[in-house]
C-alpha cells in the first residue's frame, strides 16, 4: 500500500505544501481557481508514491554514472540521470545530485499537464521548476549564503527565456558538498540540469590543501550517503580576500565550461561576502531587477 505524503495549503491559502519524508515542496500555480485546484490536485496525486518508486532504485541511483553501466527506469531516476551524464565521463557524480530538481520537475509537469495555468513554480528545497505562460516573469533570488539565507539580489526570469529551472548549492545546503562555496545559484533550461550544475560549480569553488578548511570523509557524517569516503567540506576558516578570489574564480571557470556547452544559462557563485556572476555577455539573466518579492524558506526568492 502506498504511503500517503503530507498535503495541505499553507497558512496564505496561495501555496500548497507537499512532504514526504526529505521531500519538502513548496507550490503555488496563477490562474482561476477552478484551474489552480485541478493543478494542485495533479500535483498531490503525482508525488504520492514518488519517494517509493525512487527508493526502489536507491542503491543504483547512488552509484557513480559511467558508460556502460544501465541506467535507472523509473520516470524521475531517469531524469535524474539524464542530468548528470553530462558530467560523468571526467567527474565523480551520481544521479543524486540531480534528485530535487528532478523531483521539482515531475510535479510540475502533472500540474501543467492537467490545467491551464498563467504561471506556477515548484520549489523542492530551493531547487525550482518554473511553468511560464507568454508575457509571463518570475522574480527570483540570488544567494550569497544558504544557511541563515543572505541574498545577494535577484532577477527577473521572463516567459521568452529559456530558463525553467533554478538550483542552489554549497556547503551549507542540504547536501554534502566537496567545495567550499557559501552558495552557488544556477540558472538552466530545467530544474535538474540546474541542480546537476549547481553541485558540479560548488564543488569547484575551492582551495585543495588550505589549512584552514576541515573535511572529513562523508560516510563517517552518513554512512548511506553516495559520496562515501569521498572529503566533503564541515567548516571554512575566514579567508584573505586573495583565497576567496582564486577559489570564486576557480568556480567560475567552471561555470564557463558549462555555459560553453550550453548546459546551464548562468551562475552566481558567493563566498564570504563576495559574489562572482558568469552568463553570456549579451545576457539578460542577471541584468533586470525587481522589488516585488518575498523570500521563500530555503533563502531563494519568489515573487508573490
Sequence with gaps: MTRRPQIALLPDG????????????????????A????????AAESFTG??????DELPQ??????????????VVARRMHAAVAPFADTHFITP?????????????GAMTHAATLTRAYVNNGGDIALHLAPGENFTVGLVAHVAPPMLAGKTVIEADSVVRGIATSGRHGRSFSLGIADAVTVLARTASQADAAATMIANAVDLPGHPGIARVPACEIQPDNDLGERLVTRDVAVLTRDDVAIA??????????LLSRGLIEGAALGLQGEMQIVAPSDSRVFGKYHSRATIAPNGNLIDA
Design 14 to 33: 496561495r501555496r500548497l505544501h507537499l512532504q514526504d519524508g526529505p521531500i519538502d515542496l513548496v507550490i503555488e500555480a496563477y490562474a482561476d481557481r
Design 35 to 42: 484551474e489552480v485546484e485541478i493543478a494542485y490536485a495533479a
Design 50 to 55: 514518488l519517494l517509493d518508486r525512487l527508493c
Design 61 to 74: 541511483l547512488r552509484r557513480r554514472v559511467a558508460a556502460g553501466i544501465p541506467g535507472p527506469k523509473g
Design 96 to 108: 543524486m545530485a540531480a534528485v530535487a530538481g528532478a523531483v521539482a520537475e515531475e510535479v510540475l
Design 248 to 257: 570564486l574564480e576557480a568556480g567560475a571557470a567552471r561555470a564557463r565550461e
